[in-house]
T-cell receptor, first 115, second 113 residues
């Protein structure tokens, strides 16, 4: 079965510090990968998605970036965090084929607080 | 106009009753529809997918899709306190690549004993 991991689970960072969040998927090959952010009491905002190694599409302009160095690894980064970067960061994956190919499955999330 | 709209709630339903959650979407060519459950502080969990008009049942959950009316709903029978959560409606809008889906802002459901 497929499993998706995210770490760290929680993070408190000062404004202006760098960020690196990691997501890995097990039990599937060549998945589509996604990063979302959920602000407190709000809906899910798609930040980035990737259809393959090194292929990143950005949905919103911001001071975050994403990379996919391996097939099942997705990294979210920032050089300098802003207060507005606080939120619940979720990684998700979906398969490429089959009748349920575009179902997305979420990792446990990272709760980021920027002070 | 928002692409996926849900009533934010809270929707309060007595234990044992049927909870009815509704969602409308704006893109007529949408093909895939999903319901996620999100407990407070946790990540969303996929509970139902529906692709064809009509009803799809899974245990106490029934998803209903009406593409002509651009409407999808989730019924929860015999509601339990453990069903108290935020329910997110999500739609693959058809024009997207890479299986992108659009989420509604969620309906908060509270099951009262």
């Amino acid at each position: 079965s497929q499993t998706i991991h995210q770490w760290p689970a929680t993070l408190v960072q000062p404004v202006g510090s760098p960020l690196s969040l990691e997501c890995t998927v097990e039990g599937t090959s060549n998945p589509n990968l996604y990063w979302y952010r959920q602000a407190a009491g709000r809906g899910l905002q798609l930040l980035f998605y990737s259809v393959g190694i090194g292929q990143i599409s950005s949905e919103v302009p911001q001071n975050l970036s994403a990379s996919r160095p391996q097939d099942r690894q997705f990294i979210l980064s920032s050089k300098k965090l802003l207060l507005s970067d606080s939120g619940f960061y979720l990684c998700a994956w979906s398969g490429r084929s089959g009748s349920s190919y575009n179902e997305q499955f979420f990792g446990p999330g990272t709760r980021l607080t920027v002070l | 106009q928002k692409e996926v709209e849900q009533n934010s709630g809270p929707l309060s339903v007595p234990e044992g009753a049927i909870a009815s959650l509704n969602c409308t979407y704006s893109d007529r060519v949408s093909q895939s529809f999903f319901w996620y459950r999100q407990y407070s502080g946790k990540s969303p969990e996929l509970i139902m997918s529906i692709y064809s008009n009509g009803d799809k049942e899974d245990g106490r959950f029934t998803a209903q899709l009406n593409k002509a009316s651009q409407y999808v709903s989730l019924l929860i029978r015999d509601s339990q306190p453990s069903d108290s959560a935020t329910y997110l409606c999500a739609v693959n809008p058809g024009y997207s690549s890479a299986s992108k889906i659009i989420f509604g802002s969620g309906t908060r459901l509270s099951i009262r004993p």
